[in-house]
């Protein structure tokens, strides 16, 4: 199996020449669930976490559903949302993970913690572990692989497919020898699944954002001492951490 599997991604990297110039579009569908965001928060005590999660859990709106697309080419790709039709319901503010293939680098834009950002850095990609399970995704023979959120104390399981050696997905995640059609954030609080694959031969354009005055450019490493920062107050005050920031 192991032989297998090195073989298996060698033809990864190989094949990734010839998707070399594609451009596309992955449709994803994104779900969140309210009740399994609390059990992230294990610094907070039980009981309390198990009232709010009874709380919502008898919520309707405990569970969220939307839709997001991919767009990519051989030199950038964008993600975001598509805004939904229900009058504002649950809406997001701007969230567009913006990156340049050609020069890795990266101009996402978010909101943290009410104030906007762009974040303008080196490409990162996950630290992930490869598995050896196989399922299918969006028809799509698709393996898994794994890595842990250290900021924010949650796993998160990607499913990859072998036959789409491009290293994109969904959100920030990327780096592995496949397309990534799936996304389990901690147990299931949030998941994203490829519904669609559209690949084209002509050139995709892809639109950068722009840069608003309210939104401030930082590094990543900025984010992450904000986000540092915030979780180490939310712990201190034994409140949840996903209310104000990206989860």
Same mark, same amino acid.
């Given at each position: 199996?192991?032989?297998?599997?090195?073989?298996?991604?060698?033809?990864?990297?190989?094949?990734?020449?010839?998707?070399?110039?594609?451009?596309?579009?992955?449709?994803?569908?994104?779900?969140r669930d309210w009740v399994?965001?609390?059990?992230?928060?294990?610094?907070?005590?039980?009981?309390?976490r198990d009232r709010m999660?009874?709380?919502?859990?008898?919520?309707?709106?405990?569970?969220?559903?939307?839709?997001?697309?991919?767009?990519?080419?051989?030199?950038?790709?964008?993600?975001?949302?598509? &805004? #939904?039709?229900?009058? !504002?319901?649950?809406? %997001?503010?701007?969230?567009?993970?913006?990156?340049?293939? /050609?020069?890795?680098? =990266?101009?996402?834009?978010?909101?943290?913690?009410?104030?906007?950002?762009?974040?303008?850095?080196?490409?990162?990609?996950?630290?992930?572990?490869?598995?050896?399970?196989?399922?299918?995704?969006?028809?799509?023979?698709?393996?898994?692989?794994?890595?842990?959120?250290?900021?924010?104390?949650?796993?998160?399981?990607?499913?990859?497919?072998?036959?789409?050696?491009?290293?994109?997905? &969904? #959100?920030?995640?990327? !780096?592995?020898?496949? %397309?990534?059609?799936?996304?389990?954030?901690?147990?299931? /609080?949030?998941?994203? =699944?490829?519904?669609?694959?559209?690949?084209?031969?002509?050139?995709?354009?892809?639109?950068?954002?722009?840069?608003?005055?309210?939104?401030?450019?930082?590094?990543?490493?900025?984010?992450?001492?904000?986000?540092?920062?915030?979780?180490?107050?939310?712990?201190?005050?034994?409140?949840?951490?996903?209310?104000?920031?990206?989860?």
């Amino acid at each position: 199996m192991k032989k297998i599997f090195l073989l298996c991604t060698s033809l990864f990297f190989t094949a990734n020449l010839c998707f070399a110039q594609e451009s596309g579009m992955v449709t994803y569908a994104y779900s969140r669930d309210w009740v399994k965001f609390w059990a992230v928060c294990d610094y907070i005590p039980k009981a309390q976490r198990d009232r709010m999660s009874y709380v919502w859990g008898g919520d309707e709106d405990s569970k969220w559903d939307r839709t997001a697309e991919l767009k990519f080419n051989a030199d950038e790709y964008r993600f975001e949302y598509i &805004p #939904d039709d229900e009058s !504002g319901k649950w809406r %997001m503010n701007d969230y567009i993970v913006y990156r340049d293939r /050609a020069q890795g680098e =990266t101009f996402d834009v978010l909101t943290l913690l009410n104030k906007d950002y762009v974040i303008q850095d080196s490409i990162v990609p996950q630290q992930w572990k490869i598995k050896n399970d196989i399922k299918e995704v969006a028809g799509r023979i698709c393996m898994n692989a794994v890595t842990y959120d250290s900021i924010k104390g949650k796993e998160i399981v990607a499913w990859f497919a072998l036959d789409l050696p491009i290293p994109l997905g &969904p #959100d920030k995640y990327c !780096g592995l020898p496949g %397309m990534i059609l799936e996304v389990d954030e901690a147990n299931g /609080a949030v998941i994203f =699944t490829a519904t669609s694959i559209l690949f084209t031969d002509e050139k995709m354009e892809i639109e950068k954002p722009t840069v608003k005055k309210k939104r401030k450019v930082i590094t990543l490493q900025e984010y992450n001492d904000i986000l540092i920062k915030y979780m180490n107050e939310c712990k201190k005050m034994e409140r949840p951490f996903f209310l104000g920031i990206p989860f």
